[in-house]
């Protein structure tokens, strides 16, 4: 079954860039969402088809695909943006990564 | 504004159904345009769909290999929900249980799919 690999664990000091993977077997083929969860909330989609951005998520993540590499990268970072994120993809079926702590230190 | 608004026991016995309900209000379960999904999040399983109703101009359902021989998803038309029946539970199905709305997107050479809305997650424990 196809897999997606994330980071366990990344830190980001406040401003800076936060660059979250993602890798799977010719994920670039494939569209790739990202989603954002906090403690005890429900998972918010935060990029869709590699690089769209739902209404009334900030302009500073964004996201790309190539290769077997999918990046959400979060711009100028905040305390707020502090979360778990998981990707997800389709292959004949729905499949999630792991999904990566975020800290913001 | 689509709401997705679960309900259902938080607590189940050993072998016997979890049952839960999502109710939606923005939107019907009957469109043409959107999958309505069960999913769930454990420790030990991360985030895992279990599957999905639609409609095209008839009824369809597609599961998840890890739960098709225990899992039913039954939209009601009537009250404008779908429901999540799994039957014969072990502790192994402990999990958050979230629904959420499933957009397709034609492409080559891979389709996509993501949920862009969700419920409010409902916690339930299989334990005597």
């Known amino acids: 079954s196809y897999e997606l690999t994330q980071p366990p664990s990344m830190s980001v000091s406040p401003g800076q860039t936060a660059s979250v993977t993602c890798s799977g077997d010719?994920?670039?083929?494939?569209?790739v969402s990202w989603y954002q969860q906090k403690p005890g909330q429900s998972p918010v989609l935060v990029i869709y088809?590699?690089?769209k951005r739902p209404s009334g998520i900030p302009e500073r993540f964004s996201g790309s695909n190539s290769g077997n590499t999918a990046t959400l990268t979060i711009s100028g970072t905040q305390a707020m943006d502090e979360a778990d994120y998981y990707c997800?993809?389709?292959?004949?079926?729905?499949?999630f990564g792991g999904g990566t702590k975020l800290t913001v230190l | 504004q689509v709401q997705l608004q679960q309900s259902g026991p938080g607590l189940v016995k050993p072998s016997q159904i979890l049952s839960l309900n999502c109710a939606i209000s923005?939107?019907?379960?009957?469109?043409?345009?959107?999958?309505w999904n069960w999913l769930r999040q454990s420790p030990s399983r991360g985030l895992e769909w279990l599957g999905r109703?639609?409609?095209?101009?008839?009824?369809?359902?597609d599961y998840a290999v890890s739960v098709k021989s225990r899992i039913t998803i039954n939209p009601d038309t009537s009250k404008n929900q779908f429901s999540l029946h799994l039957n014969s539970v072990t502790p192994e199905d402990t999990a958050v249980y979230y629904c959420?709305?499933?957009?397709?997107?034609?492409?080559?050479?891979?389709?996509?799919?993501?949920?862009?809305?969700w419920g409010q997650g409902t916690l339930v424990t299989v334990s005597s």
């Open positions: 109703t639609y409609y095209r101009s008839k009824w369809y359902n």
């Open positions: 959420a709305r499933g957009v397709e997107v034609a492409g080559a050479p891979s389709p996509g799919y993501y949920f862009d809305y």
């Open positions: 088809q590699d690089f």
């Open positions: 997800q993809a389709w292959d004949s079926s729905v499949v």
């Open positions: 010719k994920l670039g083929y494939k569209y």
């Open positions: 923005g939107d019907s379960v009957s469109t043409n345009s959107a999958p």
